[in-house]
């Protein structure tokens, strides 16, 4: 029997190709292993990483069946269980992984691994090459493969199961293409990656059988009925015992309107794009493409499926059918013509500007992926967190919010949200990155701090709660600075929500928040520690104004309890230059903790427009002073009256009673003394108005006044003063002008509030 020059070639031992191919093997397993042990030391994972080493974890050293508490899928019912991930996803696979990290213990031990999984999917797809293209061609496919960015982002977000699929999907393709008696054990590892792999794998041996018109029918029968059976009863017992199809998948009418969306669109435009990018230089012309339907099924039902799904793990889900198409493409053009390697070299060149490892790709997909994000976190912040988890130990129990829990996924007891019937020990949470609120770990403060937990630590937004802590907190570090902004420039930023959001090429991310009437801007509705704060504001006003025109209002309010800590009136004078940004800095205080402080910008002159670049927050430190606050027209409500932008004014034609009322704050214990400037150009009468200090919707009232005629001169602003004393926190507190009189022209043009002390303390004690 005489063999051709390919299959002589093939059957001869090691040469320089599969030296070639060792190489850029080894190569990648030492760059993401060490990328991934990067990613993992500066939090740059999210729970799904926290899934597969706990379950390992609590296997290899516990007894359990890959017990975890870090789905996601438990936000959505506000609590956190300790289930088998069996029971989430059906992945047996990672059983595999088990016995190597029960010898190697350490979370660096799952993270090389993957890379090591990854890499190895390299040899199926080498041999598959190799079959029907040579040794040559195939380490050029192969490189190809090993360099395609859907791999390298799969491969450093997180570690799900289906990191084993191209490693075992394509030995599984290559096994039955040989008839090896090996096939059926790996059909079997393939099955147990994923509940979606028999889905995958059905749909490609179909294709496989139509278009190549085997004689092998009953096996290619046995095997797609396997395939489809596995996964249909795979996903009906996971979802039977953990429901998520209704969680996560659309109806079929939200179905239909996905397709004629055209935000939907052009995202599917840019993941098509970005998937077949790599092989751009060889179009796949394979029936082989087909075997994605399953998967298209599923992005299109998939209520989360977006741009930034590039940074996720759905490469090791197509990518292992767009390189059997890509291999059939290049079979069928060597079958009718000399093949041209020069497109191949140029796709590899071009494919190193299209990796996450590349600057180019980080700087412009940036906002597109997690793997494409830099870390959420500078040094300084990263020791922060070190420090705080120094202090919880090894057997407590814990509640760490996303992605701090990454780092105490090794043991039994670490949850992502409130455990249902367990008091943890201590909680843990971040306030500057915004999984605060998305896993809801501003209700998870609340509570915590409503059932009894103390703070035991903080240090740069870092809080650790303790079960029953009395004693004195260890702040540790001051919060150093959160940038906010209307568009952030990364993931990881900050968003203020806007009424509007405009491209503005002089601001800083380009965006700015604009606003013509009422409020221009409010959020981020942040949770802050007690202490001094620093806030800047970057913001361009544009319009005609006089400079004694009040034009807008910045202030520092939590929302949810109607607390007020800083008002800044902008004036016409404050304004350096029409139309260009400026600084607006002022410093506030807060009393406790705070869940939603926002910075708000509120326009309050007719015919301008605010802008806001950002707004920086900085603690000074962990000091409390006290209150004072200017309250200008805008905070009160009129009723006999009219607001003229920079005051309120009552003419006679407004009639007798109530002229203004408000703001209805929250205010703490302590003393405090109001002033009101008035300014009254002309009464007939000689009682003018009563002022007074009301809570309790105004029924109680804690001190009053009647102005009279004599005690103004007319045409001219002067002050008037109230004070009063709180022993206990106060939530509507409202300062007020009634009983104005009928033939009364009078002004109003601010309310100045100030603390001047606590029931313990003197005035002069304090403002000393």
Not at 119 to 130: C, G, K, M
Not at 678 to 704: E, F
Request: charged share 15%.
């Amino acid at each position: 029997m005489v063999l051709d020059k390919r299959e002589l070639k093939s059957k001869m031992p090691l040469n320089k190709y599969h030296l070639i191919i060792a190489l850029e093997m080894a190569l990648s397993v030492f760059i993401f292993s060490h990328l991934l042990i990067q990613r993992y030391y500066s939090f740059a994972f999210c729970e799904d990483l926290g899934e597969t080493i706990q379950a390992i974890h609590t296997t290899a050293f516990h007894g359990l069946l890959l017990h975890e508490a870090f789905s996601s899928l438990f936000i959505q019912f506000n609590e956190s269980r300790m289930v088998s991930y069996l029971t989430i996803h059906f992945s047996p696979v990672l059983l595999l992984l088990v016995p190597i990290y029960y010898l190697l213990p350490r979370t660096e031990t799952i993270l090389i691994l993957k890379s090591i999984v990854t890499a190895l999917s390299a040899i199926p797809a080498y041999l598959l090459a190799r079959r029907h293209l040579g040794d040559k061609v195939a380490t050029l496919t192969t490189s190809i493969y090993l360099l395609n960015p859907s791999l390298h982002a799969s491969t450093l977000a997180n570690w799900p199961p289906v990191t084993f699929l191209p490693l075992f999907l394509l030995l599984t393709v290559y096994l039955f293409e040989t008839k090896s008696k090996l096939f059926w054990p790996l059909l079997a590892l393939t099955l147990a990656v994923h509940e979606f792999a028999g889905l995958l794998l059905a749909t490609y041996f179909l294709i496989d059988y139509v278009i190549g018109k085997r004689a092998r029918a009953r096996l290619y029968l046995a095997v797609i009925t396997i395939a489809f059976a596995w996964s249909i009863s795979a996903f009906s017992i996971c979802n039977a015992l953990c429901p998520r199809a209704g969680i996560y998948t659309l109806s079929l009418s939200e179905m239909m309107s996905r397709l004629i969306s055209p935000t939907f669109i052009l995202q599917g435009a840019f993941l098509v794009t970005y998937a077949l990018a790599p092989f751009g230089f060889l179009p796949l012309r394979s029936w082989y493409i087909f075997s994605l339907l399953p998967y298209i099924a599923w992005g299109i039902s998939f209520k989360y499926l977006d741009i930034t799904s590039i940074g996720w793990h759905h490469g090791f889900y197509y990518l292992p059918f767009l390189y059997t198409a890509f291999i059939d493409s290049l079979k069928k053009k060597s079958s009718k013509e000399k093949l041209n390697k020069k497109p191949l070299i140029v796709s590899i060149l071009s494919l190193t500007l299209l990796t996450p490892l590349s600057p180019f790709a980080s700087h412009f997909l940036g906002p597109m992926g997690i793997a494409y994000s830099q870390s959420p976190y500078d040094e300084e912040h990263l020791r922060a967190i070190d420090e705080i988890l120094s202090l919880v130990p090894q057997d407590a129990v814990i509640v760490a919010q996303t992605p701090i829990a990454i780092r105490l996924a090794n043991r039994l007891h670490t949850y992502i949200y409130m455990p249902k019937g367990i008091d943890p020990d201590f909680i843990v949470m971040d306030f500057t990155h915004p999984l605060f609120k998305t896993h809801k770990f501003d209700i998870v403060m609340n509570e915590a701090l409503r059932r009894g937990y103390g703070v035991y630590a903080l240090a740069d937004g870092v809080l650790l709660l303790k079960a029953n802590y009395t004693g004195d907190p260890l702040f540790l570090k001051p919060l150093r600075s959160v940038t906010t902004s209307a568009s952030p420039k990364t993931y990881w930023s900050w968003v203020v929500t806007s009424s509007s959001a405009v491209y503005d090429p002089a601001s800083s991310s380009k965006f700015a928040a604009c606003g013509k009437s009422d409020f221009a801007w409010f959020g981020p509705y942040m949770p802050l520690a007690p202490g001094t704060y620093e806030v800047t504001y970057r913001i361009k006003i544009e319009g005609n104004y006089g400079k004694e025109e009040l034009l807008a209002v910045l202030d520092v309010v939590d929302v949810a309890s109607r607390a007020l800590f800083k008002v800044i009136p902008v004036y016409g004078g404050d304004v350096p230059r029409v139309g260009e940004y400026f600084n607006v800095t002022s410093k506030f205080s807060l009393d406790s903790f705070y869940t939603d402080v926002g910075f708000r910008g509120l326009v309050v002159r007719e015919g301008i427009t605010l802008y806001l670049d950002y707004i920086i927050i900085r603690q000074l430190d962990f000091a409390v002073h006290p209150l004072k606050l200017l309250l200008p027209p805008p905070y009160f409500a009129v009723e006999h009256g009219t607001n003229a932008g920079s005051f309120l004014i009552h003419e006679p034609v407004h009639g007798e009673g109530t002229f203004w009322f408000g703001p209805y704050i929250r205010l703490p214990p302590g003393k405090y003394r109001v002033i009101f400037l008035l300014r009254l150009d002309s009464a007939l009468t000689d009682h003018i108005i009563d002022l007074d200090v009301a809570c309790n919707l105004g029924k109680v009232v804690l001190n009053k006044t009647s102005l009279y005629k004599n005690n103004f001169t007319l045409g001219v602003w002067s002050s008037r003063t109230l004070t009063f004393s709180l022993r206990e926190t106060v939530y509507d507190l409202g300062f007020r002008g009634v009983n104005v009189k009928r033939d009364v022209y009078l002004s109003l043009m601010l309310v100045e509030l100030i603390q001047v002390g606590n029931e313990e303390a003197s005035a002069t004690d304090v403002l000393a």
